[in-house]
């Protein structure tokens, strides 16, 4: 009894498979977008089961009060301002000095 026990086990091992072994074999992956009765569930339900369950996960968000809104939102504009006029110096430097080699080279 033993043995066929324990080949039972080797081929239901053998029926799972991975989806890059599925693509090599040629086996098919279970899916689990199955429900409860086995059936596959339509686009719509999973869908719609995605959307509810992003509200309830809002609903449990901490959200910021308003001026700590406003103070990350001022530091992350004052952030880009100063990347803004680097950007524009480095920008600026660099067309002189292309406007330099090529007078050079005239």
């Known amino acids: 009894m033993a043995k066929s026990n324990n080949s039972e086990e ?7 498979v991975s989806g890059a072994q599925a693509e090599r074999t040629g ?7 199955r429900g409860e009765k086995g059936k596959v569930a339509s686009f ?6 995605g959307i509810k369950e992003t509200a309830l996960e809002l609903k449990r968000v901490t959200w910021p009060t308003l001026p700590a809104a406003l103070k990350a939102t001022g530091v992350v504009i004052a952030i880009v301002a100063v ?5 524009t110096l480095i920008n600026f430097g660099l067309l002189e000095a292309l406007e330099w080699l090529t007078r050079l080279g005239s």
């Open 44 to 49: 719509f339900s999973r869908m719609g089961k």
């Open 83 to 87: 990347f803004l006029v680097i950007v």
């Open 27 to 33: 086996k098919k992956v279970s899916s689990k977008k």
């Open 10 to 16: 080797k081929s239901v091992k053998k029926d799972k």
